[in-house]
């Protein structure tokens, strides 16, 4: 099964998009992923957050920049699952990251924080009451990864490595590149920068998601306004890839799974 319940400590749950234009992401992003919307109001002057869903469960979401957000470029968000926000929040800055907005509560649906880590990175831990985070996963219109693009690989281990437990295991095929496990399982991936990336890309979170057709999509990309920045390309034995670009100009992968993972239901 792809659906999902209750997400461990420390694995990553969520993304949302946080865009110049709320409206025509929306129609971008329904039509390249066929999504579903579910409109939350967020209250006066602050517009709507836009659930995606699939197969009738919430898999991503979409907002417009709050007012105090004018320059701020388009971007998606990753979300970690933690069991305490508050406790972590001290260890921040202990260990050489930055608390840039919370913890603060976020309606009934759970408590957040947003941290820059050291290596420069914006991440987000989410404390879950209502909202879980994404309902499915590993499957065509769910979310599959989540990616680091770091400078400094060291810095980056060493930080989440004492904030979450997170493990690390250099990729056998791929140089440069690194899997994060969460006591046990699969949860994510770092690549590291070469001087030509790091010239002109900073540290960021990478979200992907699954689509049934990689070459399809692609071609939906363009259709609707986005472009396609890589791709499509092999990733390995996992499958193939595209990055690209949205019309408001966030970045996101989508990916063709060769076999893709069940979720195993944690039950601690």
Same mark, same amino acid.
């Given at each position: 099964m792809f659906t999902v319940t209750k997400y461990p400590h420390g694995t990553f749950s969520w993304a949302d998009c946080m865009?110049?234009?709320?409206?025509?992401?929306?129609q971008f992003y329904t039509g390249l992923m066929g999504w579903d919307i579910n409109e939350i109001p967020m209250g006066e002057g602050m517009g709507s957050y836009y659930m995606f869903r699939q197969e009738g469960r919430n898999v991503a979401a979409l907002s417009g920049m709050m007012p105090d957000m004018e320059g701020v470029p388009p971007v998606w968000n990753s979300y970690i699952t933690v069991d305490d926000v508050d406790a972590l929040e001290p260890r921040i800055a202990e260990l050489g990251g930055k608390v840039v907005a919370g913890p603060f509560e976020?309606?009934?649906? %759970? &408590?957040?924080?947003? =941290?820059?880590?050291p290596d420069g990175a914006h991440?987000?831990?989410w404390q879950p009451r209502n909202h879980i985070g994404a309902e499915l996963v590993n499957t065509p219109g769910a979310p599959c990864w989540n990616e680091l693009y770091t400078k400094d690989p060291a810095v980056s281990t060493a930080f989440y490595g004492d904030l979450l437990g997170w493990t690390f295991t250099p990729h056998p095929d791929t140089p440069g590149y690194q899997m994060i496990r969460n006591n046990g399982r699969m949860n994510g991936g770092i690549f590291t920068m070469d001087e030509e990336m790091s010239a002109w890309m900073p540290p960021v979170w990478?979200?992907?998601?699954?689509?049934?057709?990689?070459?399809?999509?692609? %071609? &939906?990309?363009?259709? =609707?306004?986005?472009?396609?920045?890589?791709?499509?390309?092999?990733a390995g034995d996992v499958g193939r890839f595209v990055l690209f670009s949205d019309p408001q100009g966030a970045h996101c992968y989508v990916i063709q799974l060769a076999q893709p993972e069940p979720w195993i239901e944690h039950t601690a």
């Open positions: 865009t110049s234009d709320a409206a025509a992401g929306v976020v309606f009934d649906s %759970g &408590r957040m924080l947003t =941290l820059q880590s991440v987000s831990l990478m979200t992907y998601f699954s689509v049934a057709d990689i070459d399809a999509a692609a %071609g &939906r990309v363009e259709e =609707l306004g986005g472009k396609v920045q890589i791709g499509p390309l092999p």
